[in-house]
């Protein structure tokens, strides 16, 4: 009990989400979700939507996240109680491919409007499991393309160490940079996360989000990103919401952002006309265009 008083509010109801769905995984319910996201991942009717990352040193959209959606559904299940569910019920080896093919998909259409950018894709430790993960991703990313990035929690890497540092590593080695999302959302300390290849970690939206009133985490925010950077890493903050948390991320030298500060994740209907409009971030007077 102790222990979990010590967590964020958001790992608190990540744990009380993965008690509930641990207490009966395999109700009727349950069941039948999972045999509906498998026709919708055969059918064509999941979809993507993409958030932008804007770099503070460039003063531009440098990438993109791909987060998935379940658009046909009236009533879907958020992302992270999907993902659960995948991950239970083996899907989330066809998901993530899924994902793969599609955020490709979509960058070709990108680089086509003159938008060449780094997408990341989201993935699981159970991908990192399957054997033929690694060549998957190198067969899907042959050739010109602007690059594909991996995010994987840090809890999930610390579920399966071993294994995760295997496959992590021969994706490093075959170009493909791996994000470590959710940073400060766990027990995993940076001098743990240092042996693992990796190129950005991703501030956890919850120790930003009270940057600019609780002085805790910003010295929290600023110590890791000091350290980061001393170990090679670049940094990228999530949940960036308002100006003010912006002013001090620039302050304490982030390199890039995330948030609905710079834009909620977009449909790529409604991302092509939003990079073509060019953005304003308030506090830099350069335009992305
Ligand atoms: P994540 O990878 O850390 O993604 C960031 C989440 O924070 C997204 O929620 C995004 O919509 C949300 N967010 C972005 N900016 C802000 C902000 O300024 N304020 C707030 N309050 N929220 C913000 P989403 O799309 O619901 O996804 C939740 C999580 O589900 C993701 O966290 C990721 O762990 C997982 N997920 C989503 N799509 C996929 C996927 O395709 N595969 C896998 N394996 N996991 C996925
Ligand atoms: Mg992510
Ligand atoms: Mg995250
Ligand atoms: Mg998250």
Redesign the pocket.
Known sequence: RAFIAQESEEAQRRHLAFYQSHRDPYSKERLTLASELRTALDSGEMG??F?PKYSLSEHQVTGL?????WPGRSDPP???T??NL?EETGL?QP??RW?IREALACQSRLVADGFPLNIA????AN?LREPDFPSFVRKMTQGNHPGLTL?L?ETAMMTDPTSAMEALRELEDAGIPIAI??FGSGYSSLSYIKRLPAREI?I??ALI?DITHHGDDQLIVKATIDMAHNLGYQVIA????DEATLDWLRSLNCDAI????LS??MTLEDLVPWLNHGIQLPGSNNLHA
Request: a negative charge; proline letters at 5%.
């Open positions: 993507l939507v958030q996240e791909a987060l998935i959606r958020d992302p992270e999907l993902i995948a989330i998901l993530t994902v894709v989201n993935i699981s991908n995010e929690t999302d959710d991703k956890d939206k989000t999530e949940g960036v919401e995330q948030g609905y500060l909620h994740p």
